[in-house]
């Protein structure tokens, strides 16, 4: 049962792979920017955690604030990244 379930989400993945197209040439320049954009934003949070000079509830909440911040841009960057690639 369990090697059945197997294969068909691996079929599933197959076929769900061999129809995603190729991104355009804009779309890979967006998918670079945005990774550079993180990035940047990525490293300015840590530098203003590293220097904050409130509670260490406050700053901890604000890292979580941060971090949230983070993954939900990264979260949203690759939602647009997966819907090019299945567009084309």
């Given amino acids: 049962m369990n ?3 197997l294969t068909v989400v691996l079929g599933f993945s197959a076929l769900l792979v ?3 197209g190729q991104e355009t ?3 890979k320049m967006q998918v670079k ?3 550079v954009q993180r990035a940047a934003t990525e490293k300015m949070h840590r530098i203003e955690e590293a220097v904050c000079t409130e509670s260490e509830a406050a700053c901890l ?3 979580v604030k941060n971090q949230t911040q983070e993954a939900t841009e990264a979260i949203k ?3 647009e990244e997966l819907k090019n690639k299945i567009d084309n």
């Fill in 18 to 20: 061999a129809s995603c």
């Fill in 3 to 5: 090697n059945m379930t």
């Fill in 77 to 79: 960057d690759k939602g």
């Fill in 33 to 35: 920017s945005n990774e």
């Fill in 25 to 27: 040439t804009m779309e």
């Fill in 61 to 63: 909440a604000e890292k």
